[in-house]
């Protein structure tokens, strides 16, 4: 089992940044894929960015050269680092672990961009 806990959601005005925070516990963070997903009102659930183990990451199109995911498997967490934010980042913010068949969610956090 693992509990994934995100943090480092908020307000925040077109252009400005934010950094996203998923904390694991309860089991190897190091083999799980970790990824970003967001779910904007009346939208489905899509993925913004994914690492797998060894650091390797993906992107959705919207998203390149403004946001980065990293990890840190020492502190069994994952980053989303996020700049130039847009009205359009506007979501909720989910963490996801995938290992194998397994997949864990998060809680999300809300991130708003808006004047």
């Known amino acids: 089992q693992l509990r994934l806990v995100e943090s480092g959601g908020g307000l925040v005005q077109p252009g400005g940044s934010l950094r996203l925070s998923c904390a694991a516990s309860?089991?190897?963070?190091?083999?799980?894929?970790m990824g970003w997903y967001r779910q904007a009102p009346g939208k489905q659930r899509e993925l913004v960015a994914r690492i797998i183990p060894g650091g390797d990451t993906n992107y959705e199109d919207s998203v390149k050269d403004r946001f980065t995911i990293s990890r840190d498997d020492a502190k069994g967490t994952v980053y989303l680092q996020m700049n130039s934010l847009k009205p359009e980042d506007t979501a909720v913010y989910y963490c996801r672990a995938d290992l194998g068949r397994r997949a864990y969610w998060g809680q999300g956090t809300q991130v708003t961009v808006s004047s």
């Open positions: 309860g089991s190897i963070f190091r083999f799980y894929v």
